[in-house]
C-alpha cells in the first residue's frame, strides 16, 4: 500500500525566514497531493493542494511543489509569520481507486518572533 | 461551504460503556465519509471509509465490531465505539469530500477527544 514519509519533524525559523517540509509517497498511481494545517486541539485545515499534472502551484505566500518521477512534494512558506505555527501534514490520495488519505507523520513548525 | 459538523466535541465515560460519535455535513451531501484516530503529537490514521447505503470499508488492524460504522444518508455517519476501554481514549475526527472523486479535498469536523476512565 502507499507510504508516505514526511520531513522535518520539527522546523524552528526565525520570523521572516521561510521553511520548507519535504514529502515523499511510495505509489505513482497517486494523484492528487493536499498540505493541511492543524493547530493544537482543532480540525486539520487544507492550505494547499496540488494534483499529478501540475508541477507547481503558488498561493500567497504558500507554494507546493510536486515532482512525479521522484516521488516527491514540498511545501514552502515564505515571510513566517508567529501564526504559521502549527503541525502541517502532508497526504497523497487517489491509488488503487479509492480517494483515501495516507497523511505523512506531520511537521511541527515553530516560528520565532 | 463544505462544512462538516462533529458531535460531541468531548466525551469521559467510564470503562465499558459504548459510545457514538455524529459527522454530518451541513451543506453538501457526501456519499463518502472517512473516519480518523490521532494519538497526542501523531498523525492521522485512517481507520474505516463509510459509504451511504452500503458497508463501510476498515483499514487493516481496525476492529469492525468494536466500532461499528453507520452511514444512513448522504449527510450523516456515525462511529460508535463499544465497550470502550482506557486504550481507546484519542481524538476521533471525521472528514468527508464535496464529490467522490480522488482530486477532490476532504473537510474535516472538528473531532472528538474521547476519555475512557
Known amino acids: 500500500g502507499e507510504n508516505v514519509e514526511q520531513h522535518p519533524s520539527t522546523l524552528s525559523v526565525q520570523e521572516g525566514d521561510s521553511a520548507v517540509i519535504k514529502c515523499t509517497y511510495s505509489?505513482?498511481?497517486?494523484?492528487?497531493f493536499p498540505w493541511y494545517k492543524q493547530e493544537l486541539g482543532k480540525r486539520p485545515q487544507l492550505i494547499i493542494d496540488i494534483r499529478s499534472n501540475v508541477g507547481e502551484k503558488k498561493d500567497q505566500r504558500i507554494a507546493v511543489t510536486l515532482n512525479k518521477t521522484a516521488k516527491h512534494f514540498s511545501l514552502h512558506i515564505t515571510e513566517t509569520q508567529p501564526e504559521d505555527s502549527a503541525v502541517y501534514f502532508c497526504a497523497a490520495s487517489g491509488t488503487s481507486g479509492t480517494y483515501k488519505y495516507i497523511f505523512g507523520t506531520g511537521t511541527r513548525l515553530k516560528v520565532l518572533a | 461551504g463544505a462544512v462538516v459538523s462533529q458531535h460531541p466535541s468531548r466525551v469521559i465515560c467510564k470503562s465499558g460503556t459504548s459510545v457514538k460519535i455524529e459527522c454530518r455535513s451541513l451543506d453538501f451531501q457526501a456519499t463518502t465519509m472517512f473516519w480518523y484516530r490521532q494519538f497526542p503529537k501523531q498523525s492521522l490514521m485512517l481507520m474505516a471509509t463509510?459509504?451511504?447505503?452500503?458497508?463501510?470499508?476498515?483499514e487493516q488492524g481496525v476492529e469492525k465490531d468494536k466500532f461499528l460504522i453507520n452511514h444512513a444518508s448522504l449527510t450523516l455517519s456515525t462511529l460508535t465505539v463499544t465497550s470502550a476501554h482506557p486504550e481507546d481514549s484519542s481524538f476521533y475526527i471525521c472528514?468527508?469530500?464535496?464529490?467522490?472523486?480522488?482530486?477532490?479535498?476532504?473537510?474535516f469536523g472538528d473531532g472528538t477527544r474521547l476519555s475512557i476512565l
Open positions: 463509510s459509504n451511504e447505503g452500503s458497508k463501510a470499508t476498515y
Open positions: 472528514s468527508a469530500a464535496v464529490s467522490p472523486s480522488s482530486n477532490q479535498p476532504q473537510h
Open positions: 505509489d505513482s498511481a497517486s494523484n492528487y
